[in-house]
C-alpha cells in the first residue's frame, strides 16, 4: 500500500511539472491491476466560444489560432494497449466542420475519423477510477467528454456513454 501511494505521489509531482508536456513516463512500477508502468498522455479539454464545439487533444496550444481556448489538463491516458483496455478516437462529425467527440469505435460511429488519441481501461482500478463520460447537447449539436457526470445535467446535456476509465488530474 506505502508503495502504490508513493507511486501515485510521484505520478502527481511529475504531472505538476509537466502540464504542457503532451507526453511523459511515470518513474513507478505498477499503477494498476496488472497494469505495467506506461507512458500516459495528458489530455487538455479545449472550447470554441463561437462555434460552442468542445474538443480533447495532447497538444494544450492544438486549436489557438482555430478560436478555441484551453480549459486545462483534464486527464491522463494511456498511450500503448493492455488487455484489459479499449482505444478512443478523436472523431469530428461530418459535414460540421467543427463538432468532434470522443468514440470507442474505429469507424467513429460513421463519422470524420481524426486520430487515436489513447487508450482507456475497461473496468475501474486502483489508478484509472475516473469515468470519462460522453454527452451530447441537441440544441447546438456539441459533445462534451467528461469526468464530471454533473457537469453534463448541468449544461442541459444528455448522456450518451461512458467511454472507459482514466486517470484524473
Known amino acids: 500500500m506505502k508503495k502504490m501511494f508513493l507511486g501515485i505521489l510521484s505520478v502527481a509531482v511529475v504531472i505538476a511539472g509537466q502540464f504542457a508536456s503532451a507526453q511523459f513516463?511515470?518513474?513507478?512500477?505498477?499503477?494498476?491491476?496488472?497494469?505495467?508502468?506506461?507512458?500516459?498522455?495528458?489530455?487538455?479539454?479545449?472550447?470554441?466560444?463561437?462555434?460552442?464545439?468542445?474538443?480533447?487533444?495532447?497538444?494544450?496550444?492544438?486549436?489557438?489560432?482555430?478560436?478555441?481556448?484551453?480549459?486545462?489538463?483534464?486527464?491522463?491516458?494511456?498511450?500503448t494497449y493492455s488487455p484489459d483496455s479499449q482505444p478512443i478516437f478523436r472523431c469530428r462529425v461530418n459535414n460540421s466542420g467543427n463538432d468532434h467527440f470522443l468514440s470507442t469505435d474505429p469507424n467513429c460511429e460513421g463519422h470524420i475519423f481524426e486520430h487515436l488519441l489513447g487508450y482507456a481501461a475497461t473496468q475501474p482500478d486502483r489508478i484509472h477510477q475516473a469515468a470519462l463520460t460522453r454527452?451530447?447537447?441537441?440544441?447546438?449539436?456539441?459533445?462534451?467528454?467528461?469526468l464530471d457526470i454533473s457537469e453534463c445535467h448541468r449544461a442541459g446535456y444528455?448522456?450518451?456513454?461512458?467511454?472507459?476509465?482514466?486517470?484524473g488530474i
Open 25 to 79: 513516463r511515470p518513474p513507478i512500477g505498477e499503477i494498476g491491476l496488472n497494469r505495467p508502468a506506461q507512458d500516459l498522455r495528458v489530455i487538455h479539454r479545449q472550447y470554441n466560444i463561437r462555434t460552442g464545439d468542445h474538443m480533447a487533444s495532447s497538444n494544450p496550444d492544438e486549436a489557438i489560432t482555430s478560436g478555441y481556448r484551453n480549459e486545462g489538463p483534464v486527464y491522463l491516458i494511456d498511450v
Open 135 to 146: 454527452c451530447y447537447n441537441s440544441r447546438n449539436g456539441d459533445h462534451l467528454e467528461t
Open 158 to 167: 444528455r448522456v450518451e456513454m461512458t467511454l472507459g476509465f482514466v486517470l
